[in-house]
């Protein structure tokens, strides 16, 4: 049996909230999710934590993460994977920043 097709569009970063970030679930499928995320300025810095991978990539905008000790300025195009239990800490962005994350848990190899 065949899947729906479904199709869509990334909101303009025009959009993007004043303040915090809006996060959009564009796919989820067999513990794989699929987020837009939309950045405004940061009242302070925020800290994550993730329980799955995570790839993430600034698709428009200015960025800046402390990931294990080191910061880290990020333009459009720049892209990070953070393995799962790995602190971040978002301390930056440039309003009407876009984001693409893709999360999924590890799946052990076959025996």
């Given at each position: 049996m065949a899947?729906?097709?479904?199709?869509g569009r990334l909101r303009d970063s025009s959009t993007a909230p004043a303040l915090g970030e809006e996060i959009e679930r564009l796919v989820a499928l067999d513990g794989i999710a699929v987020e837009h995320i939309l950045s405004g300025e940061l009242e302070a810095p925020v800290d994550y934590?993730?329980?799955s991978d995570e790839w993430v990539v600034l698709l428009t905008g200015l960025a800046t993460?402390?990931?294990?000790?080191?910061?880290?300025?990020l333009s459009a195009g720049e892209?990070?994977?953070l393995p799962a239990g790995t602190p971040h800490t978002l301390v930056r962005t440039a309003p009407g920043s876009s984001w693409l994350a893709v999360h999924w848990r590890q799946i052990?190899?076959?025996r």
């Amino acid at each position: 049996m065949a899947g729906t097709v479904r199709r869509g569009r990334l909101r303009d970063s025009s959009t993007a909230p004043a303040l915090g970030e809006e996060i959009e679930r564009l796919v989820a499928l067999d513990g794989i999710a699929v987020e837009h995320i939309l950045s405004g300025e940061l009242e302070a810095p925020v800290d994550y934590v993730e329980d799955s991978d995570e790839w993430v990539v600034l698709l428009t905008g200015l960025a800046t993460l402390v990931v294990a000790g080191d910061e880290l300025e990020l333009s459009a195009g720049e892209w990070l994977f953070l393995p799962a239990g790995t602190p971040h800490t978002l301390v930056r962005t440039a309003p009407g920043s876009s984001w693409l994350a893709v999360h999924w848990r590890q799946i052990s190899p076959r025996r």
